[in-house]
């Protein structure tokens, strides 16, 4: 039985779970590669992946405000606004189940940091208070902007943002730019840096973490200790990644917790440091992640049985588009 115990602990990590569905999304890149290779005649033809779309949230966030004004489901590129829904139902539901479990970019983010986790004692650098708290305030004040600009984007030019070929392939146009001198250098800076004070981007830039970690706040499941049977070890606060002092918190609503159930894993008592679900429903650590992907999975899964997520353009307009020379454009149109 500890055998099986241990490989369902494995199975259920966050390292494995967010390895695959990094691995996954790292395929569907090389799939739309080489769905643009076909489209210049350089190749067979492969299936264009739509999970992809994950690469364009500015643009797919303007759409799914249009859809809520009343702009109906786009048709042209559905699988962000699928996306866009599983990152939202997964947040509020499951303590911002998207960041910790989901997202392709904050896993690697997350890997650099584990690795220093590793090197350094089994801990990130804790930067002081002040400073962490004016770092975490950039990324509100950055994510309350986006939104703004988003909210107020009127409902005509949303709709006619859809229907710009430009924004067909801008994927493409974003995994181009994954090459550029600049960008490498920046991802540099990051991956040291996320290896020192863990995942930086996720922690102090990154605007979608600033929105889902407000939604997750509203989650009806979170981790509670008990305090009669609290040893006060430490262990759970010392295992925090995003540097909570667990061991003083009843419940743990923070925004920055993102239900990575590490702090659970790792109590010695029985009991004490539990996920709780409405009705004082004990969620074990190792249910947590299934509860998050199959959530995620099910989102998926209607929208495809409901033909909502395959796009609706044909192959050949997309071989138009790639061809018509956009991808070698600049462009100040956002994505």
Request: some cysteine; charged content about 15%; glycine content about 12%.
């Amino acid at each position: 039985m500890p055998s099986v115990e241990r490989a369902r602990d494995f199975l259920t990590s966050r390292l494995f779970v967010r390895g695959v569905l990094l691995g996954f999304f790292v395929f569907a890149c090389v799939q739309l590669l080489r769905f643009a290779e076909w489209a210049r005649g350089r190749g067979p033809h492969v299936p264009r992946p739509e999970s992809v779309a994950g690469l364009l949230p500015i643009g797919h966030f303007t759409s799914f405000f249009a859809w809520l004004k009343g702009g109906g489901w786009d048709t042209l590129l559905p699988a962000g606004l699928v996306i866009i829904i599983g990152a939202v139902a997964t947040s509020v539901l499951l303590k911002r189940g998207f960041c910790g479990w989901i997202c392709p970019l904050g896993a690697v983010w997350e890997g650099q940091a584990w690795l220093g986790r590793k090197l350094m004692g089994g801990r990130n650098v804790a930067l002081p208070r002040w400073l962490d708290g004016i770092g975490r305030g950039v990324r509100y004040l950055i994510a309350a902007a986006a939104l703004f600009v988003l909210i107020m984007v009127p409902l005509a030019e949303a709709l006619a943002f859809r229907e710009l070929p430009y924004m067909w392939v801008a994927d493409l146009k974003i995994l181009g730019g994954f090459t550029r001198p600049g960008f490498l250098a920046m991802l540099g800076v990051a991956s040291v840096a996320s290896v020192f004070f863990g995942p930086v981007w996720c922690r102090w830039l990154c605007p979608l973490g600033g929105w889902y970690s407000l939604l997750g706040m509203a989650s009806p499941c979170a981790v509670r200790r008990d305090p009669e049977t609290c040893i006060h070890c430490s262990a759970c606060t010392e295992a925090c990644h995003a540097f909570l002092d667990v061991e003083k918190a009843r419940a743990v609503r923070s925004p920055e917790c993102d239900g990575c159930m590490d702090c659970v894993r790792v109590c010695p008592v029985p009991g004490c440091l539990e996920a709780r679900a409405p009705g004082n429903t004990r969620i074990a650590p190792w249910v947590w992640p299934l509860l998050v992907v199959g959530l995620w999975l099910a989102i998926y899964a209607g929208a495809r049985l409901t033909g909502n997520w395959d796009t609706r353009l044909p192959d050949d307009v997309f071989r138009q588009v790639i061809n018509s020379g956009l991808l070698e454009e600049r462009t100040r149109g956002g994505l």
